[in-house]
């Protein structure tokens, strides 16, 4: 009987250590890289270039923040590469975000009613997800737009491997003003992990946004132990009925 008191509660921190373990490995994959912190001048001819291998591992999802204030309204393009792309519109820095997906290059969302105005800092979120097939657009921590794959079945967004141009690409001239606080993550922000950006926390360090996530992992670990016990119970019938045998 004290046998199986013991290892009732063995099974029972086996099912707990399943959970946490698959909850604590959804959360390791969840990182980002700030790439500027204070603010930097950009000028057209200005740039800087940040080599892939020097950001986080991107499977399907991505999500880049930042604070920008235009000194004047030259055509030009904060990021570049396709996917991730952001153009300011020429005449008022209009934000343009832009990707890349199965059967075309360039797609993304218009926000002309949003130029920016000169000499005021805003804050920018740009997040993607293949899985979703979406892309949400923040200004300010407003969420302002959104680019969806309709063909879901058949087209997927396409992450380039090549370095990642802030300010000034080969092709195309930069922009003239500051960017701070940019920060490139490797998952999709949710609304609420902009808000909290925006407010200068770390969206990576709360665990009280995914409860979703959790119970998740909470689930698979139970089901994980509820094997282990089934299988530990079998085991201890046919040992106990082994031991009888040779007692007789």
């Known amino acids: 009987m004290k046998l199986n008191y013991y290892y009732f509660y063995f099974l029972v921190i086996i099912i707990v250590t399943n959970s946490i373990s698959v909850f604590c490995q959804k ?3 969840r990182t980002y890289r700030e790439l500027i912190t204070e603010p930097v001048l950009f000028t057209p001819e200005y740039n800087r270039v ?6 986080p591992v991107v499977i399907d999802e991505l ?4 604070k920008i204030t235009v000194l004047s309204h030259d055509k030009g393009r904060t990021l570049d590469n396709r996917t ?3 153009e300011l519109a020429n005449g008022n820095s209009a934000p343009h975000p832009r990707l890349t997906i199965t059967k075309s290059s360039y797609v993304g969302i218009d926000p002309d009613d949003y130029g920016f105005l000169i000499n005021r800092w805003y804050h920018i979120a740009y997040t993607l997800s293949d899985s979703d097939k979406r ?3 923040y200004i300010d921590g407003k969420w302002i737009g ?6 879901v079945q058949s087209q997927s967004v396409i992450f380039n491997d090549e370095p990642l141009y802030v300010g000034k690409h080969p092709l195309f001239d930069g922009f003239k003003g500051q960017i701070s606080n940019f920060r490139y993550y490797n998952f999709r922000l949710s609304h609420d992990e902009v808000l909290m950006d925006y407010s200068g926390e770390d969206p990576t360090k709360s665990i009280e946004e995914y409860p979703n996530e959790f119970f998740a ?16 119970f079998f085991i ?12 007789q």
């Open 146 to 151: 959104s680019y969806s794959i309709l063909m």
């Open 63 to 66: 999500s880049i923040t930042l």
């Open 84 to 86: 991730p792309t952001l």
């Open 236 to 247: 201890h019938r046919i040992i106990s009925r082994r031991n009888y045998q040779t007692i």
């Open 135 to 137: 892309m949400n657009f």
């Open 50 to 55: 940040i080599n892939h291998s020097e950001l």
């Open 217 to 232: 992992g909470l689930g698979v670990g139970f089901f994980l132990g509820m094997i282990t016990l089934a299988g530990g």
């Open 27 to 29: 959360q390791e994959q």
